[in-house]
């Protein structure tokens, strides 16, 4: 190294501070592509936890959205439900069983997604409960959900820094979020005619007060006219 320093000469001095430059240069380029992927290895990671734990807490509110009612999940599919919703109306009343059947269908796919969700972002632990859980769906057994909430929430706290929860809490189970029904076919139907006729019933009303109206009108001008 002090063989290549040359300070005898301007052209020897010039050429090691020119070789100084460059080298500096050469090293201060490298730190810079080093740092930038770390950070960007480190930026895709954090985007990573940051989709993984939006979905597990998805999830989360899902599977585990309420403490009280029934907290299994029914596994019946729509067929099973209707005909459940017939023989409702042949035993009962006329509109026996169809919310809740309907509400009970939308809670079922709702949980579905949900464990799929699970099955693929989630821990060792979570994926077994949630296979677990999706077997005994597929098997027309009834699911309950309440352990695998509990995993969930322990993780996502974990992961948030948050304060584990107390074991002497006493948290009651949670069960899958009800979700509310929808409107029937004949239900929408009858609301849309009702809403129709009404309309046609203003206008007709509106149409024979303005034919009455220019009736008089026009009665008036005429008696106006004889009248001496």
């Given at each position: 190294?002090r063989?290549?320093?040359?300070?005898?000469?301007?052209?020897?001095?010039?050429?090691?501070?020119?070789?100084?430059?460059?080298?500096?240069?050469?090293?201060?380029?490298?730190?810079?592509?080093?740092?930038?992927s770390?950070?960007?290895?480190?930026?895709?990671?954090?985007?990573q936890?940051?989709?993984?734990?939006?979905?597990?807490?998805?999830?989360?509110?899902?599977?585990?959205?309420?403490?009280?009612?029934?907290?299994?999940?029914?596994?019946?599919h729509?067929?099973?439900?209707?005909?459940?919703?017939?023989?409702?109306?042949?035993?009962?009343?006329?509109?026996?069983?169809?919310?809740?059947?309907?509400r009970?269908?939308r809670?079922?796919?709702?949980?579905?997604?949900?464990?799929?969700?699970?099955?693929?972002?989630?821990?060792?632990?979570?994926?077994?409960?949630?296979?677990?859980?999706?077997?005994?769906?597929?098997?027309?057994?009834?699911?309950?959900?309440?352990?695998?909430?509990?995993?969930?929430?322990?993780?996502?706290?974990a992961?948030?820094?948050?304060?584990?929860?107390?074991?002497?809490?006493?948290?009651?189970?949670?069960?899958?979020?009800?979700?509310?029904?929808?409107?029937?076919?004949?239900?929408?139907?009858g609301?849309?005619?009702?809403?129709?006729?009404?309309?046609?019933?203003?206008?007709?009303?509106?149409?024979?007060?303005?034919?009455?109206?220019?009736?008089?009108?026009?009665?008036?001008?005429?008696?106006?006219?004889?009248?001496?």
């Amino acid at each position: 190294m002090r063989n290549s320093l040359d300070f005898t000469s301007w052209q020897g001095l010039l050429s090691t501070l020119l070789g100084l430059v460059l080298v500096s240069l050469v090293a201060v380029g490298i730190r810079i592509v080093v740092m930038l992927s770390v950070q960007q290895r480190r930026e895709r990671q954090n985007r990573q936890i940051n989709e993984r734990l939006k979905t597990l807490i998805a999830a989360y509110k899902v599977l585990g959205g309420s403490f009280t009612g029934e907290l299994a999940v029914d596994p019946s599919h729509l067929r099973e439900l209707r005909t459940r919703g017939l023989q409702a109306e042949a035993e009962g009343g006329a509109d026996a069983g169809l919310p809740a059947s309907d509400r009970r269908r939308r809670i079922r796919d709702a949980v579905e997604t949900a464990l799929s969700d699970v099955i693929l972002l989630g821990t060792e632990e979570q994926v077994r409960l949630a296979a677990k859980a999706a077997a005994d769906m597929v098997a027309g057994r009834s699911v309950e959900t309440a352990e695998l909430v509990v995993s969930l929430r322990t993780f996502i706290r974990a992961v948030l820094d948050l304060d584990p929860v107390p074991p002497t809490l006493g948290i009651p189970k949670q069960g899958p979020l009800r979700l509310k029904g929808t409107a029937t076919r004949g239900e929408r139907a009858g609301g849309g005619g009702g809403m129709g006729g009404g309309g046609m019933g203003a206008g007709l009303g509106a149409g024979m007060g303005l034919h009455h109206g220019a009736a008089e009108a026009e009665a008036t001008i005429s008696s106006e006219r004889t009248d001496p």
